[in-house]
Structure formats: C-alpha cells, structure tokens
C-alpha cells in the first residue's frame, strides 16, 4: 500500500517529488516508521520503481503472454499498454515515460534502474516481434529492433499528448498508427 502510493505521487509529480514525509503524510502514518522502511529517499524511490514494475508487468505483459507468440501478441501487448495508460492505472499515465525524462540525464542507481526497466520493456516488445517474423506473419526482412521502436514511440506519443493537451483522440490516433504500421510489414495482402 505504501510502494503502491508512492507511485501514484511519482507518476504526477516524479521521484524527486517522492519524500518519506509527503509519503507519511499522504498515508497517515509517523514519518520514522516510514523511514524505517526504506532509511533514504534513493531507497524509497528504487522500492517505487520496482513497485511500479511489477503493476505495469501485472497489467501489460502478462495478459500478453496468455496469446501464443505472434503477431496477436505484438498487438496485445500495444493494446495492453495504451489501455494501461489511458485508464490511468497510475493518476499521471505512464508511471515510466514520467520518471523517464527527470532521470534521463542524471548518473546513479535510480537512473540506472529506469533505463533497465525501459530496455527491457524494448526488448520484449522486439522479441515478440522477431516471434512474428520468425512464424512468418511478418516479413523476412523485419527488423524487429527498429519496429520495436516505432511501436513503443507511438505509444508513449499517445501518452503525453493526451496528458499534456487533454486529447482522447491521442489514444485512437495510436491505435490507427500502430495498426498501419504492422500491416506494412505483414506477408502478403
């Protein structure tokens, strides 16, 4: 309960904005025995991101992973990941995509475990894809890296657009983009 609050406040207002006493204040609870916890606001916030990706593993990947590999599953996990992002699982849409750019350019271990979460997000997501490719629902010469890419980066357009200039069409734009974008590089008609 206490992780799952930090992430909420995270996902608005970033891991900088994240304190032991915002936190103890917001739950109701002694600012020591939060600190108990965790002894440093680095701590707390290494615990938020982990907390955070678990939430986003529970509501994009894994109902993902019940469709058999392919090109469904490509489209499952876009579709899972605009769903989580525009039901504002977290209030502040993409819990990643807000810590993403306070930490994009600053050394150290919070930093460090934001770019592994959003590596390995990349990776899966082009794993999924080269599965396509290798079934042959994609074309031979897909590069799975660079659609990944593509994919992801209309995603998280979706994300800010929507956030940033109050737009619900972001998430059907996506949706459409996404959609065209894998059409092009399936075999055949």
């Given at each position: 309960m206490?992780?799952?609050?930090?992430a909420?406040?995270?996902?608005q207002?970033g891991?900088?904005?994240?304190?032991?006493?915002?936190l103890?204040?917001?739950?109701?609870?002694s600012?020591?025995?939060?600190?108990?916890?965790?002894?440093?606001k680095?701590e707390?916030?290494?615990?938020?991101?982990?907390?955070a990706?678990?939430?986003?593993?529970?509501?994009?990947?894994q109902?993902?992973l019940?469709?058999?590999p392919?090109l469904?599953?490509?489209?499952?996990?876009?579709?899972?990941?605009?769903?989580?992002?525009?039901?504002?699982?977290?209030?502040?849409?993409?819990f990643f995509?807000?810590?993403t750019?306070?930490?994009?350019?600053?050394?150290?271990?919070?930093?460090?475990?934001?770019?592994?979460?959003?590596?390995?997000?990349?990776?899966f997501v082009?794993?999924?894809?080269?599965?396509?490719?290798?079934?042959?629902?994609?074309?031979?010469?897909?590069?799975a890296?660079?659609l990944a890419?593509?994919?992801?980066?209309?995603?998280?357009?979706?994300?800010?657009t929507s956030?940033?200039?109050?737009?619900?069409?972001a998430?059907?734009?996506a949706?459409?983009?996404?959609?065209?974008?894998?059409?092009?590089?399936?075999?055949?008609?």
């Amino acid at each position: 309960m206490i992780l799952r609050r930090a992430a909420d406040i995270a996902s608005q207002d970033g891991l900088e904005g994240l304190s032991i006493g915002r936190l103890a204040a917001d739950l109701g609870v002694s600012k020591s025995g939060l600190f108990g916890y965790f002894g440093s606001k680095e701590e707390l916030q290494l615990a938020t991101i982990r907390t955070a990706m678990g939430v986003y593993v529970d509501e994009v990947v894994q109902p993902a992973l019940t469709v058999p590999p392919g090109l469904e599953r490509v489209r499952r996990l876009c579709e899972n990941w605009l769903g989580y992002s525009q039901r504002r699982v977290f209030p502040g849409g993409c819990f990643f995509f807000a810590v993403t750019a306070e930490f994009d350019a600053r050394p150290g271990r919070v930093r460090d475990a934001i770019a592994e979460a959003g590596l390995d997000w990349a990776r899966f997501v082009a794993r999924a894809i080269d599965d396509a490719r290798q079934l042959g629902e994609l074309a031979d010469d897909t590069d799975a890296d660079q659609l990944a890419f593509e994919l992801i980066a209309f995603l998280e357009a979706a994300n800010v657009t929507s956030l940033l200039h109050d737009d619900a069409n972001a998430y059907e734009r996506a949706r459409t983009a996404i959609r065209k974008h894998l059409d092009t590089a399936m075999i055949g008609p």
